[in-house]
DNA sequence: TGAATTTACTGAACCGGATAAGTGACGCGA
DNA sequence: TCGCGTCACTTATCCGGTTCAGTAAATTCA
């Protein structure tokens, strides 16, 4: 089956291939009536515009790149980062734009990508996340001029839009609860420690707890997966000074936690009170229901969507500061049991 | 920064556009010679061949699509797509090919994005997942002639590769193990009905109980959530006939389903086995851990790359049949409970 | 009424590769 | 030594859009 092309509809409309895109594009050159009656012809014989000759006379590719820098296994079941794509889809869906997904696995093989895509021209713009420090993917991209929005920081991104959440704010809301609650011991197990937002996070949960009296102030790094959640956790509770709650960097490491807690005899929220960041599905499918920091990360996700399409646009893009989690309370948080 | 093109290296290599052509092509028609000094200029200068030319200029897209049809909730926490999205990559990665993602909310609009992506040529051919009873996509790619590799078969597809995995067998041994620790009301939480897949699982749960003499093979539909999936826990675990063991078609519904026997004040393993149809880390991270039927979901992937990139290059595909997932027994399973 | 401007187009160049057709130079067999 | 085939290229065309320069007709304005 042949495509058609606007050739095929300038033939049928009797008017040139010039006059075709014009109409077809919205720009002045054609009258209104010429200008419906190509459309029409267009509708009716299921035109496309062939993306790849579009892309190769200048205009922009329509499409934006992602790429996923963690192992298989921890991809497939941290949800953050579908809930991310879905958000993103919601806008780039709405206008046509591809979204190109390349699975890699060092940031190191993440600029090479960056710099095939840009060279190849097959995205106008990319989403980064997971910025680190000193982060070599950054002045790739400003060197290739490559638009981006930077999920994860905030952090020193030169050019580049950011889009960050308030996660200060959501540990100090959480710390908080906790507080209210009647818990003095508070441990944190945290996820990559390179990662910038958890260094803002650790920063941040130190400082609150410091402000509000609470001396000991622990955080386990961990790296997002269940098991070393569960083994972090476990190092926490053997500790004759156990903490009476931990809050967990995301929902994986919350439920292996919780699973762990449940092993040793501990119960949950009795003995142990758990905070997950995040709120998926799996925090209400767990027994008890894990108390969460919610925020909605396909709104998180569309936000960044708009930017890097502005950016894309040339229009200026501002860093952006997200709303703040709220805290959704469930069964595994209640007062430390006196002992 | 400009993009490096054919005509660049051209002009370093005294040579003309063509002969560039052919050498990074590996086409006959340059000496040896020749050819290194070109290979070495474009290495050198960073050369990336234009996606969107070289798309023009009839050969291929070098991407390929798939689209997503389950809400966003839904999909953030099943593991399964991201473990099959991490299959596709390790093979197109390796021949450079891009994918190109689409979540979308019906059947219906999923044809609508295959007719555009053929008509933009933006991919060479899809991935189709979740195939259903007369999928109204089958006959819509068959009439574009775009390539595709049906997972989640078997069905009635044309001339369209497919790919499946034996859930008879699968069934079968679960079904067995569990008869030999001694259940004999074993019941089943099943996955989205109108999918194919699901109806073959719950035909051969069928047949195999009947097989082994168990008369109340009963499946009880559900949709992959684990707020459904405990929902048809909780039917299933207030019959005064209850089963002492149940097979969920997914991970989620399975946790969800050992949270409710908690609540219930069931023992897992005592009063109820549980066994998850997919195994991923979800299911170690529970207490007690699950049970799993366990496969490979990545080399899955893996597998539907292989046959979709082999279809795209026009050698004959044929169905396949992926091995039998097999049986991890974990803590959920035991002897049922004397009573 | 004539000149200037605007409108509604057409024609052609261009993007950057792939590739068919053409062209000398060279080697080799008769 | 002629003719033929092969090699190593060059030249030119094509893919399907976008866009700029040009043009004839219609309209505006003095």
């Given at each position: 089956?042949?495509?058609?092309?606007?050739?095929?509809?300038?033939?049928?409309?009797?008017?040139?291939?010039?006059?075709?895109?014009?109409?077809?594009?919205?720009?002045?050159?054609?009258?209104?009536?010429?200008?419906?009656?190509?459309?029409?012809?267009?509708?009716?014989?299921?035109?496309?515009?062939?993306?790849?000759?579009?892309?190769?006379?200048?205009?922009?590719?329509?499409?934006?790149?992602?790429?996923?820098?963690?192992?298989?296994?921890?991809?497939?079941?941290?949800?953050?980062?579908?809930?991310?794509?879905?958000g993103?889809?919601?806008?780039?869906?709405?206008?046509?734009?591809?979204?190109?997904?390349?699975?890699?696995?060092?940031?190191?093989?993440?600029?090479?990508?960056?710099?095939?895509?840009?060279?190849?021209?097959?995205?106008?713009?990319?989403?980064?996340?997971?910025?680190?420090?000193?982060?070599?993917?950054?002045?790739?991209?400003?060197?290739?001029?490559?638009?981006?929005?930077?999920?994860?920081?905030?952090?020193?991104?030169?050019?580049?839009?950011?889009l960050w959440s308030d996660d200060a704010g959501a540990?100090t809301e959480?710390?908080?609860?906790?507080?209210?609650?009647?818990?003095?011991?508070?441990?944190?197990?945290?996820?990559?420690?390179?990662?910038?937002?958890?260094?803002?996070?650790?920063?941040?949960?130190?400082?609150?707890?410091?402000?509000?009296?609470?001396?000991?102030?622990?955080?386990?790094?961990?790296?997002?997966?269940?098991?070393?959640?569960?083994?972090?956790?476990?190092?926490?509770?053997?500790?004759?000074?156990?903490?009476?709650?931990?809050?967990?960097?995301?929902?994986?490491?919350?439920?292996?936690?919780?699973?762990?807690?449940?092993?040793?005899?501990?119960?949950?929220?009795?003995?142990?009170?758990?905070?997950?960041?995040d709120d998926?599905?799996?925090?209400?499918?767990?027994?008890?229901?894990?108390?969460?920091l919610s925020r909605d990360i396909a709104a998180y996700g569309a936000h960044a969507?708009?930017?890097?399409?502005?950016?894309?646009?040339?229009?200026?893009?501002?860093?952006v500061e997200e709303g703040t989690a709220h805290l959704t309370?469930?069964?595994?948080?209640?007062?430390?049991?006196?002992?």
């Amino acid at each position: 089956m042949k495509r058609p092309t606007i050739a095929d509809i300038a033939r049928k409309a009797g008017v040139s291939k010039g006059a075709v895109s014009y109409a077809l594009n919205g720009q002045p050159g054609v009258s209104d009536a010429t200008r419906q009656r190509i459309v029409a012809i267009a509708q009716e014989i299921g035109f496309n515009p062939n993306s790849a000759a579009r892309a190769l006379s200048g205009a922009s590719a329509r499409a934006v790149g992602l790429t996923l820098c963690r192992p298989a296994r921890i991809l497939s079941i941290e949800p953050f980062f579908m809930g991310l794509i879905s958000g993103f889809e919601q806008e780039l869906a709405a206008r046509s734009y591809a979204l190109t997904l390349q699975v890699v696995a060092t940031p190191q093989t993440e600029t090479e990508v960056y710099r095939r895509w840009w060279g190849e021209r097959r995205v106008d713009g990319v989403f980064v996340t997971d910025l680190r420090e000193n982060d070599i993917r950054i002045p790739v991209l400003n060197e290739l001029q490559l638009p981006a929005v930077v999920i994860g920081g905030p952090g020193d991104t030169g050019e580049l839009a950011q889009l960050w959440s308030d996660d200060a704010g959501a540990i100090t809301e959480a710390v908080g609860y906790l507080m209210a609650l009647g818990h003095r011991r508070i441990a944190r197990v945290g996820g990559l420690p390179d990662l910038l937002h958890t260094q803002t996070r650790t920063r941040a949960f130190t400082e609150v707890c410091a402000k509000l009296g609470l001396s000991e102030a622990i955080t386990v790094p961990s790296d997002y997966t269940g098991e070393e959640g569960g083994r972090a956790t476990r190092r926490l509770l053997i500790n004759a000074e156990r903490p009476t709650a931990i809050i967990y960097d995301n929902d994986v490491m919350a439920v292996a936690g919780l699973s762990v807690a449940q092993e040793m005899g501990l119960s949950v929220p009795g003995d142990l009170s758990i905070v997950a960041w995040d709120d998926s599905p799996l925090c209400s499918l767990v027994h008890p229901p894990l108390t969460a920091l919610s925020r909605d990360i396909a709104a998180y996700g569309a936000h960044a969507a708009r930017q890097l399409l502005a950016a894309i646009a040339g229009e200026p893009v501002g860093d952006v500061e997200e709303g703040t989690a709220h805290l959704t309370p469930r069964g595994s948080t209640a007062p430390p049991r006196e002992n």
